[in-house]
């Protein structure tokens, strides 16, 4: 019996599935907030986030200029302004932030905004960023999450969040929420 899957392969692409609608934001000049759309981007070790984002971003400007940024969970509430800070420029249009319906409040951690309309957030210390490839890394400094999406038990739960994925294959945003199993604990039936 042949055992072999059939694949199709799409060659090198940045495809992980599904990859995350991160929404990073910082302070420009006279503190007026950036903010920018990115799926490329993960953590990369303990407390630090890496991002792959072009030098040509207003914010990417605003936060090696600041030092800081946030990095907010795209949320499905939202999605229509995620969507538009992703599509339109903060170079075109220096108030996209608030023409998104968006309203920031400064970080106690770091020189960067909060959007009080996103819920979670990783408030980030500029480590470095290379011109050349893009990648920017962060130190994550604290993680603050709204209380409106707490459990019981101060917790995050993924279902009042709703966070948002972006598919990569087929350039659809998809929300994520429900549980199918319990990590840490569900492999150990295969010792």
């Not at 792959?52 to 302004?81: C, I, N, P, W, Y």
């Not at 023409?99 to 106690?108: N, Q, T």
């Not at 739960?157 to 945003?173: A, E, R, S």
Request: a negative charge; glycine letters at 8%.
């Amino acid at each position: 019996m042949n055992n072999t899957m059939a694949r199709k392969n799409f060659g090198a692409k940045p495809y992980t599935y599904p990859q995350p609608v991160l929404i990073i934001a910082a302070y420009g000049e006279n503190d007026v907030p950036s903010a920018m759309n990115a799926a490329w981007g993960g953590i990369s070790d303990y407390k630090e986030i890496t991002m792959d984002l072009s030098k040509g971003h207003k914010t990417v400007k605003d936060l090696r200029e600041r030092g800081a940024f946030t990095v907010s969970m795209g949320t499905l509430s939202q999605l229509v302004a995620c969507d538009y800070v992703g599509v339109v420029s903060g170079n075109k249009v220096p108030d996209k932030v608030a023409r998104a319906g968006w309203h920031v409040e400064k970080s106690s951690f770091v020189d960067a905004p909060l959007i009080q309309e996103l819920p979670l957030a990783l408030e980030c210390k500029l480590i470095s960023y290379d011109e050349e490839t893009g990648v920017l890394k962060g130190e994550i400094v604290n993680v603050s999450a709204d209380e409106s999406i707490l459990d019981e038990n101060g917790n995050v739960d993924v279902k009042k969040l709703q966070p948002i994925t972006f598919d990569p294959f087929n350039n659809k945003y998809i929300v994520l929420g429900e549980t199918v199993g319990n990590a840490f604990k569900d492999g150990l039936q295969l010792k």
